[in-house]
């Protein structure tokens, strides 16, 4: 079982910066393959980034590709999303999310691959 609390949303000018932080509880984070999906108002939740369980594998939409990281500590049992040159349509709830435990696949891309989920954190872009 692994807990997952989101933090670091907020309000951010279009073209800023934010870094959201995912903490997650247990002593098996180092074995779930971890994602940051997003939803914005009025519509479905839709994949953001993932990264495998020991952070060498890294996956992104193409609608953030080249501005956001997604990265991990599992030393601290953290996992980070750094925005960058954010957009208002990058306006949403966003959420981080763990795969199942020990499973060989490198990065999770489905909701429905994941089974842990926060409960997420508000991000606004103003334009």
């Known amino acids: 079982q692994v807990q997952l609390v989101e933090s670091g949303g907020g309000l951010v000018q279009a073209g800023g910066s934010l870094r959201l932080s995912c903490a997650a509880s247990?002593?098996?984070?180092?074995?779930?393959?971890m994602g940051w999906f997003r939803q914005a108002t009025g519509k479905e939740r839709e994949f953001v980034a993932a990264?495998?369980?020991?952070?060498?594998?890294?996956y992104y939409a193409d609608a953030v590709k080249g501005r956001f990281t997604i990265s991990r500590d599992n030393v601290k049992n953290m996992l980070y999303l750094q925005m960058s040159s954010v957009k208002p349509e990058d306006t949403a709830v966003y959420y981080c999310?763990?795969?199942?435990?020990?499973?060989?696949?490198?990065?999770?891309?489905?909701?429905?691959?994941?089974?842990?989920w926060g409960q997420g954190t508000q991000v606004t872009v103003s334009s």
């Open positions: 999310a763990a795969g199942p435990a020990g499973i060989p696949i490198a990065v999770l891309l489905r909701e429905d691959e994941y089974h842990y």
């Open positions: 247990g002593r098996t984070f180092a074995m779930h393959g």
């Open positions: 990264i495998s369980r020991i952070g060498v594998n890294t």
